[in-house]
């Protein structure tokens, strides 16, 4: 896929795209209407029982806690939680799902008109041009925006089991001998959100899905796995010409397992259907298959409607009724959003937002730096948050760990910060003395004591070895001294070499600056 093509495609094209996102409450310990446990894999059909199997005369009985971790989902994210809504049932036939229908919710969930903002660096494709509906928003001069995504609802349902193909390659049907079904999972408690066709590019679709994601964590009610599935991304997609207001036809991809794949899917999505409609073709509404192999999808299904699933009210269950008090308490366990946080870290520490940002995406992270500037104070915060956006982050990122499984602990990066900040090492030692403290689990003082790094900041012993070499290199000083300031370059080199590499370079060019003037 070429970029140009993508740009070229863009001009003339304008993508809406609506997302429909499920995640699991892993938090629930048990299923949605039976007393099941909640676990991820573990030995087939171990986890099962005649509700969640789906027998005759099974009645299930909802769990509480699961529609209390939607109400909180739905207040984070701004929604308008229903004073009655009811489940639905939703035929199909599907093997892992042995009611043959599942208990889903309706046209009367429990939230709906929500809203979540998305931060869209600038640049390149990542651009959302301009609009002609409204929806355009100004960008910073440095390109960045917020796009307002909004939420058209959330509700509860069950999920089905799962299949496994064996004897074919990796997992898929094609050349499968045998299917199974698992129905370990079968009832887990799952949250269907869907957004608005509010999104317009595959980066701001992919910063959707991370927010959310992030919401989701604060909250707790989710681990939302993309791996083992407890988070899945549908993306809808279609193209519509720019200028203009009417949607076009839309197709839903299915299978995204990363936040990558959806942003790849949805560009694959763009160049095919713009191909099809520059071809004076039509796109077709149906369900297609992202192959993250293959790079591209491809035809699943043809798309069903509403009417196809034949909803009508669960009959054995009676519907809701929240009161005032019971949205209120839920109101009362929401946790700081990773709005506000963001915010406050900007406020309480001073930080740039670029810094509050990428520290506040994860909670782990904003967990460290919160910890380790408590200790330091706010002066130190944004040392502290260099520390830790470049070399702690790099270090994460090549040994492939989080934070919390790393040796480095908030005091270390505090004590270091520390040490550069008192002058005792350089911020050139600092680096390596990160490296093997990250290494080690070593205090950062430990180290510097053992290595012997300490910087030299002792004027008078620099100001010895500054006069040997003035005294050795007459005509470098004469040269100096008759305007080629450039070669104060070759003293600090001299002095450094001298002094080891030890000797503290403001000091050394103060001492320098002094004696090579008088
Ligand atoms: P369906 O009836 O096919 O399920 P919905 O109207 O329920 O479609 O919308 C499903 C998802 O598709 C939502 O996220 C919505 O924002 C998005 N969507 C709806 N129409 C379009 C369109 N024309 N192009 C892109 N996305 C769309
Ligand atoms: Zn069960
Ligand atoms: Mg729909």
Redesign the pocket.
Same mark, same amino acid.
């Given at each position: 896929m070429s970029k140009d093509r993508l740009l070229e495609v863009l001009e003339r094209w304008e993508p !809406? =795209? /609506?997302? *429909?996102i499920h995640t699991e409450l892993t938090s629930t310990r048990t299923k949605m209407f039976c007393g099941c446990e909640v676990a991820f894999g573990g030995e087939p059909n171990t986890r099962v029982c005649p509700v969640c199997l789906g027998m005759p005369g099974a009645l299930p009985v909802p769990n509480q806690y699961a529609i209390e971790q939607t109400v909180l989902a739905g207040l984070a994210t701004e929604c308008t939680i229903a004073p009655h809504s009811l489940f639905h049932r939703k035929q199909y036939f599907y093997p892992d799902m042995p009611k043959d229908y599942q208990i889903s919710q309706y046209d009367q969930p429990f939230c709906e008109d929500g809203q979540i903002l998305v931060e869209v660096d600038g640049g390149g494709v990542a651009q959302r041009l301009d609009v002609a509906d409204g929806t355009g928003v100004t960008p910073a001069e440095d390109g960045s925006y917020t796009a307002r995504i909004g939420i058209?609802r959330i509700h509860l349902e069950e999920d089905t089991g799962k299949m496994v193909h064996v004897g074919g390659s990796e997992g898929r049907l094609a050349g499968a001998t045998k299917s199974l079904v698992d129905f370990n999972r079968a009832g887990t408690p799952l949250i269907e959100l869907? %957004? *608005?066709?509010d999104i317009r590019t595959p980066e701001e679709a992919r910063r959707f899905a991370q927010k959310l994601r992030l919401i989701w964590l604060s909250l707790g009610i989710s681990d939302c796995s993309m791996e083992e599935g407890s988070m899945r991304v549908d993306g809808? =997609? %279609?193209l519509r010409k720019r200028g203009t207001v009417e949607? /076009? !036809?839309?197709a *839903?991809v299915k299978n995204m397992n990363s936040f990558k794949s959806l942003h790849d899917a949805l560009v694959y999505e763009i160049l095919r259907q713009a191909e099809l409609l520059d071809s004076g073709g039509t796109v077709v509404?149906e369900t297609r298959h992202w192959d993250v192999g293959a790079k591209r999808t491809s035809a699943l299904r043809s798309?069903e409607?509403?009417h196809d699933y034949r909803y009508f009210p669960e009959p054995d269950m009676t519907p809701f009724e929240f009161s005032e008090e019971f949205i209120d308490g839920i109101r009362q366990r929401l946790p700081e959003l990773p709005d506000a946080k963001k915010i406050r870290f900007m406020a309480t520490w001073g930080l740039p937002v670029h810094d509050a940002t990428v520290l506040t995406s994860d909670l782990e992270m904003a967990e460290f730096f919160e910890a380790a500037v408590t200790i330091g104070g706010a002066e130190r915060a944004k040392p502290i948050a260099n520390l830790m956006l470049n070399d702690l982050a790099a270090h994460l990122n090549a040994a492939g760990i989080s934070v919390t499984a790393s040796k480095v602990v908030p005091a270390m990066v505090d004590e270091l910060v520390a040490l550069v900040e008192e002058g005792t090492i350089s911020g050139k030692q600092a680096k390596d003395v990160f490296t093997e403290m990250a290494e080690t689990g070593d205090a950062p003082g430990a180290i510097v004591e053992i290595r012997g790094l300490k910087q030299v900041s002792d004027t008078g012993a620099i100001e010895a070895v500054v006069d040997r070499i003035i005294a050795e290199n007459p005509d470098k000083v004469e040269g100096y001294r008759s305007g080629r300031t450039g070669l104060m370059g070759f003293f600090v080199g001299q002095v450094m070499r001298e002094m080891g590499g030890q000797a503290n370079p403001a000091v050394v060019n103060e001492v320098l600056g002094r004696r090579l003037s008088s």
């Open positions: !809406v =795209i /609506g997302l *429909e058209t869907v %957004s *608005e066709p809808n =997609i %279609s949607f /076009g !036809v839309k *839903e509404q798309k409607a509403a």
